[in-house]
């Protein structure tokens, strides 16, 4: 049987969102973060191969890193809507949002938020000229991506339902994460109906409240 280690307000939330709309068995154990640090706790890490969340164990391997998880957990249970087949027509679109999911969109989050939240924590001094500094690298690196990856989605929601067209796919999957965390964080607003429509088809799915069961928070999302 899969254990799942979730950790609280984290990625990991993807794994148990998969697994209950497989309707497959697993056993949970929670962590949670470092009160200091936020960090995933000392036991955490001694279950994580890189001390990241998610991290699952099966039969004596330990993985971490969401898509791979995600693909992992596909091959034991396989699913032609989860994972559109080679023949599918959603398969480019399939696969363009599972990678850019992580590929591009969660680093670009990151970087954004280090950029906004590294001014707020060094002496005084530095405030100033270090705002001045990264508030002009975020202007100009790290929101004309975000704005494409939005833009991208906002067109295809507008075309499909789900992230890989027709169905729900892992793409769904892997893209709840950022996808929650813009919301709450308003960089997704009123601007922006379709991926706001799509929040609203994903939070009505079974599975997904199920997960948020399981989950027991307010939100899945870690804001800083
Ligand atoms: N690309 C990795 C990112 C993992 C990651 O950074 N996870 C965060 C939670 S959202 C984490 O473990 N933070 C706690 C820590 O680094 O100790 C994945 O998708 O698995």
């Given at each position: 049987?899969?254990?799942?280690?979730?950790?609280?307000?984290?990625?990991?939330?993807?794994?148990?969102?998969?697994?209950?709309?497989?309707?497959?068995?697993?056993?949970?154990?929670?962590?949670?973060?470092?009160?200091?640090?936020?960090?995933?706790?000392?036991?955490?890490?001694?279950?994580?191969?890189?001390?990241?969340?998610?991290?699952?164990?099966?039969?004596?391997?330990?993985?971490?890193?969401?898509?791979?998880?995600?693909?992992?957990?596909?091959?034991?249970?396989?699913?032609?809507?989860?994972?559109?087949?080679?023949?599918?027509?959603?398969?480019?679109r399939y696969l363009f949002w599972m990678h850019a999911s992580q590929g591009s969109l969660m680093p670009v989050l990151l970087i954004s938020m280090m950029f906004r939240i590294i001014p707020e924590r060094v002496p005084f001094f530095l405030k100033p000229i270090l705002k001045s500094v990264l508030g002009v690298a975020n202007k100009g690196f790290s929101q004309p991506r975000i704005k494409a990856l939005i833009d991208k989605a906002e067109a295809d929601l507008g075309e499909a339902n789900w992230f890989g067209g027709e169905n729900v796919t892992a793409a769904d999957i892997s893209m709840c994460y950022p996808m929650e965390s813009m919301r709450a964080n308003g960089t997704i607003n009123d601007s922006h109906p379709n991926c706001l429509a799509w929040l609203e088809r994903v939070n009505a799915l079974q599975s997904y409240q199920q997960a948020k069961e399981k989950d027991g928070k307010p939100s899945i999302v870690f804001s800083i």
């Open positions: 049987m899969i254990t799942v280690h979730h950790l609280e307000y984290s990625q990991s939330f993807r794994i148990l969102w998969l697994l209950e709309e497989l309707n497959v068995d697993y056993e949970l154990k929670l962590y949670e973060r470092d009160k200091k640090t936020n960090l995933a706790p000392a036991e955490y890490k001694a279950v994580s191969p890189l001390g990241t969340a998610p991290a699952i164990s099966h039969e004596g391997v330990n993985l971490s890193e969401s898509n791979a998880i995600i693909d992992y957990i596909l091959d034991l249970h396989p699913s032609d809507t989860l994972r559109p087949s080679i023949e599918s027509g959603d398969r480019a």
